[in-house]
């Protein structure tokens, strides 16, 4: 138990601090959102896996603190960097790490521990967190202080994998770091996955990511050449998910989103690039496939109103869902946010469904109207589009009330649904 500061407190972030509370530390919760933090402070989670109650049971012990004042960090025992690292114009953006390093700094003391938990690409937390810490600070990693890599590995809605019995990856520039690291995550973590040096680390959670983005990019091409082949792709992919080795079935969707998939293959290609010399072929067909799904669904749905004798233009169009995956409300990257402005750019009227967003969130997608699900909407709707397959969405009463239904995530029936 001691002193614990978490820098962020998004979807990694705040998680990660709640169990630190439930371990007994003091925490401080760091963020540069004003309004998140004062959200935090008045126990409104936006968060799926941290609810508003254990967010005030946090609260109401007075061992979570949310602050956007790093003099809070002040005496930290040890403190994770769990910032994002999103791309601008194509490129690694670190400056969100380099920001907090260069913010953190001044409170190093002998001993503390810092941990980098944001993805990132190979060689950060030793060629670009470490001298930032080491410079502010006067003070040497490892003789003065600690340093340690250990990624994320959230999936925010999962009903099964949390942070407690996900194995999690730890590392250290030194074998020091590593115990250090390891002390930390071992008293909330069921199982720890130690590796020989951050830059393996940080290499493992890029592939973990690529992996996934290539094989959807896979199953989403897949989906485009079985439709002209008028072959049904998900009862390819259910048949041949009954093999019981070399095969793992994914499903294809209307791109991907989140601030995983989009990002962090791209990360490694472009480190590829700048120190080896050449191109990651495979990742960027597959950001080429997933980047063309939302285009290639409004494809798809101007072709089924044409069978109908409508246009998009004029047409209204409601959207289920704008989340980039089913039960939780992040829309950053969303490919239905994306099939949404291709939309609204092509003249339709957009209505949208999304009871997982806040409103600050939703408002901004240009042109669409925000409205609950109810028969009425559905009836008044020229086609229903089903993006994000929340649980909470009534299919049946879709079903009985839509005309058109364009379903890209297989959870609707009946003859007036087409299918991805």
């Known amino acids: 138990m001691g002193k614990t500061v978490i820098i962020g407190q998004g979807y990694v972030g705040l998680p990660l601090a709640i169990r630190a509370v439930e371990a007994g530390d003091d925490v401080v919760g760091l963020d540069v959102d004003t309004d ?82 944001s993805t990132t690409y190979p060689g950060t937390t030793e060629t670009v967190l470490r001298p930032l810490l080491e410079h502010a600070s006067g003070l040497s990693a ?81 989906a485009i050449v079985a439709n002209q082949l008028g072959v049904d792709v998900r009862e390819a992919i259910g048949a041949a998910a009954t093999k019981p ?3 793992m079935a994914f499903d294809p969707g209307p791109g991907v989103g989140g601030h995983c998939l989009p990002i962090d293959p791209s990360y490694l290609s472009w480190q590829v690039k700048r120190e080896v010399g050449q191109r990651f072929r495979f990742i960027e067909l597959a950001n080429d496939v997933n ?34 995956k089913s ?17 609204v750019a092509q003249g339709a009227e957009v209505h949208a469904v999304e009871p997982h967003a806040a409103q600050r969130d939703t408002g901004n997608v240009s042109g669409v109207t925000l409205v609950d699900l109810t028969p009425a909407e559905l009836a008044a709707a020229d086609a229903v589009v089903l993006l994000t397959d929340h649980d909470d969405f009534d299919y049946d009463m879709v079903e009985r009330h839509a005309s058109y239904i364009f379903d890209t995530r297989a959870r609707c029936h009946g003859a007036t649904v087409e299918r991805l």
């Not at 340093?147 to 407690?164: A, C, F, Q, V």
């Not at 590392?171 to 951050?198: C, H, K, N």
């Open 245 to 247: 080795f070399g095969f």
């Open 36 to 117: 998140r933090v004062k959200s935090l402070g008045a126990g409104i989670s936006f968060v799926e896996d941290v609810p508003d109650d254990l967010l005030t049971w946090a609260l109401e012990t007075g061992r979570y603190h949310p602050t956007e004042d790093y003099a809070d960090a002040a005496g930290f025992d040890t403190c994770a960097i769990t910032v994002p690292t999103p791309l601008t114009d194509g490129v690694p953006d670190i400056s969100h790490i380099e920001q907090a390093a260069l913010q953190l700094a001044p409170h190093l003391r002998p001993g503390c521990t810092v941990i980098l938990e």
């Open 327 to 343: 039960n939780v409300g992040d829309l950053r990257e969303s490919p239905a946010r994306a099939v949404a402005e291709l939309l």
């Open 142 to 222: 490892p003789d003065d202080f600690f340093l340690g890599y250990s990624p994320e590995r959230i999936d925010p809605g999962n009903p099964t994998w949390h942070l407690d019995n996900t194995p999690k990856l730890v590392s250290g520039i030194d074998e020091a770091s590593l115990v250090a690291t390891t002390r930390f995550y071992q008293r909330f973590v069921q199982r720890l996955v130690p590796v020989s040096a951050p830059r393996t680390a940080e290499l493992t959670k890029l592939f973990e990511n690529t992996f996934r983005h290539i094989n959807i990019a896979l199953v989403n091409e897949l």
């Open 291 to 324: 980047e063309g799904m939302p285009r290639y669904v409004v494809q798809r749905l101007a072709a089924g109103l044409n069978d109908r004798y409508k246009p998009i233009r004029g047409s209204r169009i409601l959207l289920l869902g704008l989340a980039y």
